[in-house]
């Protein structure tokens, strides 16, 4: 049986992660698996930026992933992974991302520290954080699926730049996109 | 365009950057590829169509800056964003002068990149968009309703190829209905100034002051009943053509207004104190003898010059009876179509009766007859009594002498004129006791 692990890295909080448990099970219909790893990811800091590499850092969970399998602890395609961070991420060309997935691979990260009003000086509102964070992880794991970004307004899957856009578009995906879920 | 159809080419001689940005563009839905290098950029543009490139500008070897210079020259289609650091903001700015499209500062903010992504990407299918518009525009602008084979129309169509990509004013002669229009209309579609309108104006349909506010336009309150400012035909014909027809027609007063706006180009509405500016090409149409019109010191002799600069004349459909039936033929298949009837041919005694007809009107009147044709025909060809009275032939001549065809001719000429011995006898160019002495001979009579 397929699964998904979500993935506490460094500081995240428990309480984030866990409340994106039933959602995901929900919609992706396989068991969601809470795990909480200590990689150091400061090996991936960027002082200049004040940044984490979510490419590196992708890369590490990689080939953790890699050795596991080697070792005969898991699966090839069998378990899907979501690391959760509460870092600022980047990509070297670009200034920011909310995370990075590998397109149809096993691992993803996503970060909810540019999903807080806080950071843009604006009271915060946790029903709208937590809202945010869902769609974040969705889109991520939905890339994980082989999903590309949808046109569709109201999907997970349609990119999103700005926290804004997050706020936008729906916390679930299109038909299309979940039909390519549910075949996957 | 779809997005699977849109391809990036990221050109980057940084791993790290080519990945990155592959890999963002590919959860997008783009194809995507990278190169290492000017070089490798290049080939990969052999047999592959790409809609974006971008295009680091510090690389070893050739540079971003001289990349653009060679897929400029081999493709000015692809648009291309420069990839730049801070330092060489300088360098970017040249870039944009040699034709790139943006430019982007690493680190990239992902939102301005999917904004000009899909920016260029909308103003590439304007283009495109555009282009085609114009191609189709051209080609049905170059598909002239100048139907004919005949020398003397061959001769028109070169005409008009000669002088429409030329700015140079024109005058059309002809008879009345021999399609000055149509010659006026194909010298603008050939022209480069095709995109912007061609604005008729009849001149001999207007009083005096009509023809000056059509042409000039007013301002508001100008004169009784101008509730509002209205552009004229030389403000709305700027970028392209105006073309006068019946120019014979127009009073001496407006004659000088026209002289002064064609030789400066400048204009002021009626009522208005601005001088306006449009630029224009001026084609002109007659049925008139202006020469005489000229000599008679009813036409400005400095306008007639300025006018006839280049001359085409239409010739006459009777002097090029070969082109009839295909004219014909033209004419039935366009009504056939408009009405949704199924008259696909000539009968043969209407196809004679067609070609025996002297077609006073030209190919107006032969136009005008065929419609009616096709109005009346049931079936698939159009019969002799389809065609209008006027278009009957006189008939054919009872035998090969010189006075068989001669009495046929008679026949026919005083049918035209409705037996005005007078007339009939200044058009057979004989006076008027020879054509009584023909009508004696020939024992012709008036039909009841």
Redesign the interface.
């Known amino acids: 049986m397929k699964a998904i692990r979500l993935l506490r890295l460094g500081t995240a909080r428990e309480d984030i992660v866990e409340s994106l448990q039933e959602p995901l099970e929900q919609i992706f219909r396989v068991p969601i698996v809470l795990a909480q790893s200590h990689p150091d990811i400061e090996e991936f800091y960027d002082p200049p ?1 004040g940044q984490y590499n979510s ?1 590196s850092i992708l890369l590490h969970l990689k080939s953790i992933e890699a050795h596991l399998r080697t070792a005969g602890w898991r699966n090839r395609g069998r378990t899907k992974t979501l690391a959760v961070l509460d870092s600022d991420l ?8 909310f995370g ?2 590998e ?1 149809n691979g096993d691992v993803a990260v996503v970060s909810y520290y540019r999903l807080m009003n806080e950071l843009y000086g604006l009271p915060g509102n946790d029903a709208v954080f937590m809202q945010r964070v869902r769609k974040e992880a969705l889109h991520e794991l939905g ?1 994980l699926y082989g999903l ?2 949808c046109e569709h307004q109201e999907c997970a899957m349609h ?1 999103s ?2 926290v804004e856009d997050i706020d936008l578009k729906g916390d679930s995906f299109c038909n299309r996109c979940l039909d390519v879920v549910r075949r996957s | 365009m779809n997005k699977q159809d849109t391809g990036i080419l990221v050109v980057d001689d940084e791993l790290i950057v080519r990945e990155s940005l592959t890999k963002w563009f590919r959860e997008d839905g783009y194809r995507v590829d990278s190169a290492e290098s000017a070089a490798a950029a290049l080939k990969k543009l052999n047999g592959n169509t790409w809609n974006i490139m971008l295009v680091d500008i510090k690389m070893p070897g050739m540079d971003g800056l001289e990349l653009l210079q060679r897929i400029r020259e081999i493709n000015k289609d692809i648009t291309v964003i420069i990839i730049t650091a801070f330092a060489s903001v300088d360098s970017a700015v040249k870039a944009l002068k040699a034709g790139a499209y943006d430019y982007v500062t690493k680190p990239i903010d992902p939102d301005y990149l999917d904004h000009l992504i899909e920016k260029a990407l909308k103003e590439q299918a304007l283009v495109t968009e555009n282009r085609r518009l114009k191609n189709t525009v051209s080609e049905m602008a170059t598909q002239t309703d100048i139907i004919g084979e005949s020398d003397e129309i061959k001769n028109v169509m070169e005409l008009i190829k000669t002088v429409a990509p030329t700015d140079t004013t024109v005058m059309i002669r002809g008879e009345s209905g021999t399609g000055k229009e149509l010659v006026a209309r194909a010298i603008h579609a050939l022209s480069p100034r095709k995109y912007f309108p061609i604005v008729t104006m009849n001149c001999g349909a207007m009083t005096e002051t009509l023809l000056e506010s059509e042409l000039f336009g007013h301002e508001r309150g100008a004169f009784t009943g101008a509730h509002y400012l209205r552009k004229g035909k030389v403000e709305m014909a700027d970028g392209g053509t105006l073309f006068l027809d019946e120019i014979g027609n127009i009073d001496r007063k407006t004659q000088m207004d026209l002289l002064r706006v064609i030789e400066t180009r400048q204009f002021t509405r009626v009522g208005g104190s601005d001088v306006l500016h449009s630029d224009f090409r001026v084609i002109c149409a007659t049925n008139k003898d202006l020469e005489k019109a000229v000599k008679d010191g009813t036409f400005r002799e400095d306008l007639f010059y300025r006018l006839n600069v280049f001359s085409i004349c239409v010739p006459a459909l009777r002097t090029r009876p070969g082109d009839i039936m295909k004219l014909a033929h033209y004419f039935l298949d366009k009504y056939s179509k408009a009405m949704n009837k199924c008259a696909k041919t000539f009968t043969p005694e209407a196809m004679h009766a067609l070609k025996g007809y002297n077609w006073p009107g030209n190919v107006r009147e032969l136009e005008n007859a065929v419609e009616r044709a096709v109005v009346l025909t049931q079936g698939q060809s159009i019969e002799k009594d389809h065609l209008p009275l006027q278009a009957v032939a006189p008939g054919q001549p009872e035998g090969d002498r010189l006075e068989d065809i001669e009495k046929v001719h008679i026949t026919h000429i005083l049918s035209e004129t409705g037996w005005n011995i007078s007339r009939s006898a200044a058009i057979l160019d004989i006076d008027r006791v020879t054509l009584y002495h023909k009508i004696e001979k020939f024992g012709l009579k008036r039909k009841k």
């Open positions: 930026r490419t980047f990509i070297p060309i670009l200034t920011y991302v990075e997935a397109l890339h590309f970004h990119a730049t700005y």
